[in-house]
């Protein structure tokens, strides 16, 4: 069995990466490992920390890159730079694949996040089978927003969490109303996702339903 996980970014560390030659770093690949990210680097650092007190085979891997905009930056945060540590016992010699195999694990927790937001954080009833259902419509629900997010949103809604969502999307200033034996929808115009919103309706009937 195999592992990749993250480790603690101390001062000791971040001394260390900050200190690091140039030709160390090499760049990172996305998480499909299709394209070069031009926004990030990764470096292997086994030989500059101790690690004595892992397993042996251990290795340790440190990324950066830069904040996304108007990001909160930490002391960690050396010359402009983002940085994260991982380590592993993985042999690969491809250290651009074993961090976008880490990568992949914060997509998970990002889920999880997102079902706690959705109610799996707070339990209604001390009835176990009440709770269970909860926790069923959670799951339809995260598979709701999930398979929307994929298929009919796009730019910043397509990757926004349950909150944004609840706010630009579910909770859109409209008004339902039937006329001419048909119904629609309408929403107002100063609504800031308006456009957003019809587009994704507009997805929704080019979509072919496959039995």
């Known amino acids: 069995m ?13 001394a260390i990466l900050a200190g690091l030659p140039a030709h160390r770093w090499a760049p990172a690949i996305t998480a499909d490992g299709a394209e070069v990210r031009e926004d990030a680097e990764i470096a292997e650092i086994t030989d500059l920390v101790d690690l004595s007190c892992w397993p042996d085979g251990m290795r340790m891997i440190a990324r950066r890159e830069d904040p996304h905009p108007g990001a909160q930056l930490t002391f960690t945060d050396v010359d402009g730079h983002r940085f994260q540590v991982l380590v592993t016992d993985c042999a690969d010699d491809d250290i651009a694949y074993l961090e976008a195999l880490y990568r992949g694990r914060g997509r998970v927790e990002r889920r999880i996040c997102d079902a706690k937001d959705t109610g799996m954080a707070k339990l209604p009833s001390s009835s176990f089978a009440i ?4 926790l069923t419509l959670v799951a339809i629900t995260q598979d709701l927003l999930a398979w929307t997010q994929l298929l009919i949103l796009d730019d910043d809604l397509a990757k926004a969490e349950p909150k944004r969502l609840r706010y630009c999307l579910l909770h859109i200033a409209a008004q339902f109303v039937r006329s001419g ?6 929403i107002a115009d100063a609504w800031p996702w308006a456009s957003q919103i019809v587009e994704a309706f507009n997805r929704v009937d080019t979509i072919t339903l496959r039995c």
């Not at 709770?131 to 909860?134: L, R």
């Not at 034996?181 to 309408?186: I, K, T, V």
Request: a positive charge; zero cysteines.
């Open 2 to 14: 195999r592992f990749v996980i993250g480790h603690r970014l101390d001062t000791r560390i971040a």
């Open 181 to 186: 034996r048909r119904n629609r929808l309408r």
């Open 131 to 134: 709770n269970q259902a909860w």
